[in-house]
């Protein structure tokens, strides 16, 4: 199923639980201010974005000739999505998109890098046919205009949803940005922010509260929340993770592209984020609980020991005694 085909209803509901509280919070801050007691001003609220899975654009970071096309990709050029050149250029395209799935770097040919702003998560194609069809957060945002909010109080945090957490970090400092983004909108609104994940923006925004205790003294980690974090909404949260990444790793989904499933399958295989999204146990963990944080290398990789009981139990995760993936080592022929 296409990213964007699944998502109005669970950002109306979003936008609908916000402005439920925010209505709400008007009314106790009347009835607060009619009784004497201390005010808090819910207009001094921002309101910040995690996107999901494949919901931000992505642009290349190179010079790329593609052959027998009348279409290159140049700095800047949209890679995710820009269905012109994934039609009549797939190879190169698929050069810009894949990644090396041992260590997450780019192609030696094209690298790609997220779009910032809200422009970056509102549609991934815009234009007259592909922009409706590619909607993300653009209804969302056009609510929130409506209902009189300030181009100020909503930011967007897009991230590149190919790479594993450690690797946002390592190579693009993300938590670092989104612990600023928060100290930023409190410094600019006056007051803390509301947080809206989606999908697996909602893994993002959980490693980040687990990045955060390493970076700030436990006696101050939740003064930091209670400052900076108002409230948290989880839209379509794969907190246990989603089944439908079980299909798109083993057969491919092509989420509405022209592509076939194979070559989607190895796509989605090269992106160490797809491992975020699998399904797990609650008897299978990681062998050290610090690798989730740091690599000592960029060899190193990361593995899961199960329990006994993942194997016995007819209650464990999907039947891992039947299947067996090794992602790592699925190599595109691009790369050879």
Same mark, same amino acid.
């Given at each position: 199923?296409?990213?964007?085909?699944?998502?109005? +209803?669970?950002?109306?509901?979003?936008?609908?639980?916000?402005?439920?509280?925010?209505?709400?919070?008007?009314?106790?801050?009347?009835?607060?201010?009619?009784?004497?007691?201390?005010?808090?001003?819910?207009?001094?609220?921002?309101?910040?974005?995690?996107?999901? $899975?494949? %919901?931000? *654009?992505?642009?290349?970071?190179?010079?790329?000739?593609?052959?027998?096309?009348?279409?290159?990709?140049?700095?800047?050029?949209?890679?995710?999505?820009?269905?012109?050149?994934?039609?009549?250029?797939?190879?190169?395209?698929?050069?810009?998109? #894949?990644?090396?799935?041992?260590? *997450?770097?780019?192609?030696?040919?094209?690298?790609?890098?997220?779009?910032?702003?809200?422009?970056?998560?509102?549609?991934?194609?815009?234009?007259?046919?592909? +922009?409706?069809?590619?909607?993300?957060?653009?209804?969302?945002?056009?609510?929130?205009?409506?209902?009189?909010?300030?181009?100020?109080?909503?930011?967007?945090?897009?991230?590149?949803?190919?790479?594993?957490?450690? @690797?946002?970090?390592?190579?693009? #400092?993300?938590?670092?940005?989104?612990?600023?983004?928060?100290?930023?909108?409190?410094?600019?609104?006056?007051?803390?922010?509301?947080? $809206?994940?989606?999908?697996?923006?909602? &893994?993002?925004?959980?490693? $980040?509260?687990?990045?955060?205790? #390493?970076?700030?003294?436990?006696?101050?980690?939740? *003064?930091?929340?209670?400052?900076?974090? =108002?409230?948290?909404?989880?839209? +379509?949260?794969?907190?246990?993770?989603?089944?439908?990444?079980?299909?798109?790793?083993? %057969? +491919?989904?092509?989420?509405?592209?022209?592509?076939?499933?194979?070559?989607?399958? #190895?796509?989605?295989?090269?992106?160490?984020?797809?491992?975020?999204?699998?399904?797990?146990?609650?008897?299978?963990?990681?062998? &050290?609980?610090?690798?989730? =944080?740091?690599?000592?290398?960029?060899?190193?990789?990361?593995?899961?020991?199960?329990?006994?009981?993942?194997?016995?139990?007819? &209650?464990?995760?999907?039947?891992?005694?039947?299947?067996?993936?090794?992602?790592? @080592?699925?190599?595109?022929?691009?790369?050879?």
């Amino acid at each position: 199923m296409p990213p964007w085909r699944f998502r109005s +209803g669970d950002l109306a509901c979003a936008m609908v639980i916000a402005v439920a509280t925010a209505t709400a919070a008007s009314v106790v801050v009347a009835a607060g201010a009619a009784d004497g007691e201390a005010e808090f001003d819910y207009r001094k609220l921002s309101g910040i974005i995690i996107p999901g $899975f494949a %919901s931000t *654009q992505l642009r290349a970071w190179s010079v790329l000739d593609c052959p027998y096309s009348p279409f290159d990709f140049n700095p800047l050029d949209s890679v995710w999505l820009d269905s012109t050149k994934l039609f009549s250029a797939v190879n190169c395209w698929l050069k810009c998109m #894949l990644l090396d799935p041992y260590n *997450q770097t780019d192609h030696p040919e094209c690298k790609s890098r997220p779009d910032s702003g809200l422009s970056a998560i509102t549609e991934l194609d815009p234009g007259y046919i592909t +922009g409706p069809l590619s909607s993300i957060w653009k209804e969302w945002v056009k609510w929130c205009v409506d209902f009189g909010i300030e181009a100020n109080a909503i930011i967007a945090v897009p991230y590149d949803w190919r790479l594993p957490p450690s @690797m946002l970090e390592e190579r693009d #400092l993300y938590f670092h940005k989104l612990k600023l983004t928060f100290e930023i909108a409190l410094k600019l609104r006056g007051g803390p922010s509301l947080v $809206f994940a989606h999908s697996m923006g909602n &893994n993002v925004f959980r490693y $980040f509260l687990e990045w955060l205790k #390493l970076e700030i003294a436990p006696k101050h980690y939740i *003064q930091w929340l209670d400052k900076h974090i =108002h409230a948290y909404f989880a839209v +379509g949260a794969p907190l246990l993770g989603s089944t439908e990444s079980v299909r798109a790793t083993l %057969s +491919g989904t092509t989420s509405g592209l022209p592509i076939t499933e194979g070559t989607a399958r #190895l796509m989605f295989n090269s992106f160490a984020a797809s491992l975020w999204l699998l399904p797990f146990s609650k008897y299978c963990k990681a062998d &050290n609980v610090y690798w989730k =944080h740091f690599f000592e290398g960029k060899a190193h990789i990361n593995r899961q020991q199960c329990d006994e009981m993942e194997y016995s139990s007819d &209650n464990s995760g999907w039947p891992t005694t039947l299947v067996s993936i090794e992602v790592r @080592m699925l190599i595109h022929p691009l790369w050879t």
